[in-house]
């Protein structure tokens, strides 16, 4: 049970497993509600669910966040919303950070295989392999300063 927002940092650290998420739903629902608002599960597609504070039809202003906790990755996520030049670099970067990844361990493999389609399909196989961890891998337990920060700052406004 949720007493104050920042509980969420050492209550609910983790939000990436369907239990995980549903336990959290329920604490939120239950923290609105003894504060008095009105508390939805909008559901969506691919078993997606937000919760929904209020009634954003009549709402003066509507503002969200990002419950759920991403994967760990092995670089940092690095976030800059006023800095466009900077945002896009770091994107390319991650971006050729895999394609080099991918080149290296396809290079090996043509060096044991002398094929160049096994290579070519196994840097296929590489790139999908790592952009497959990054959805789906192991839950960040660092997450203060990303979903948690959010979720914990709108129940604070609430």
């Known amino acids: 049970m949720i007493s104050v927002p920042m509980d969420v940092l050492t209550q609910f650290p983790v939000r990436k497993s369907k239990k995980q ?32 504070i209020g009634n954003p039809a009549t709402a003066k202003y509507v503002v969200s966040a990002h419950y759920d906790t991403c994967a760990t990755l092995p670089f940092p996520n690095f976030i800059t ?21 991918c080149a290296l361990i396809s290079a090996l493999v043509y060096l044991i295989t002398k094929d160049p389609e096994i290579s070519f399909w196994i840097a296929y196989l590489s790139y999908f392999g790592l952009f497959f961890l990054m959805l789906f891998g192991p839950a960040n337990k660092h997450n203060a300063n990303d979903n948690t920060s959010g979720v914990v700052t709108l129940l604070e406004i609430a």
């Open 81 to 101: 919303p006023c800095n466009l030049a900077a945002y896009l670099a770091y994107q390319i970067f991650v971006l050729a950070l895999f394609f080099g990844i």
């Open 21 to 52: 998420k549903h336990e959290f739903i329920n604490a939120i629902r239950a923290y609105c509600a003894d504060l008095g608002y009105k508390v939805s599960v909008q559901k969506g597609s691919m078993g997606a669910q937000n919760i929904v």
